[in-house]
């Protein structure tokens, strides 16, 4: 029998790799009817999380030959099942959620770097220029304010227009 190598493969080992794709696809397709399309969002760092590892397990029984798709179908099953119990908790518990997620926090307002909270966040004042500039801000009095969003990503909201920024935009957003 021909084995495996990093230039040939053998028929079998094809098959069941194309296999596994439809497969695996259908129960990530099962998985999310179920658990709804959050399944996949970025919504905090653990959905990101829960996303990668998601998203492993599926290369792993893809690539790994020796690997079961009832395995790999059980382990994408308890990792959603662990999401939407972790999100029930904690929209259910303000303590909890407190605990347990990353709260967002401002980075810019009224045209201001913070810069202490740039440090407290890890973030570069070069970062955030780049985030400005990918926001088509052309004067930083133009910018409302910054966001480092839970799950990491930057959010500038601004106006070359005389108006004030909401506080319901601002809610929950850390100082």
Known sequence: MLMENWLIVTGGI???????ILAIFSIIIVITRVAGLRTFAKMTSFDFASTIALGTILASVIMNVEQSLLK???????IVAFQ??????????????????????????????????????????????????????????????????TTGDISVLHTSEEKDLEDFLLKGVKE
């Open 72 to 78: 790999g179908a059980v382990a994408m099953a308890g």
């Open 84 to 149: 939407f119990l972790f999100s029930l908790m904690i929209r259910k518990s303000n303590k909890l959620q407190k605990i347990l997620t990353n709260s967002p926090k401002l980075l810019m307002r009224n045209g201001e770097i913070l810069y202490e909270n740039l440090a407290s966040t890890n973030v570069s004042e070069s970062d955030l220029i780049g985030k400005l500039r990918e926001a088509n801000v052309i004067e930083l009095s133009e910018v409302k304010a910054v966001v480092l969003e």
């Open 14 to 20: 094809l098959l069941k790799s194309l296999v596994s």
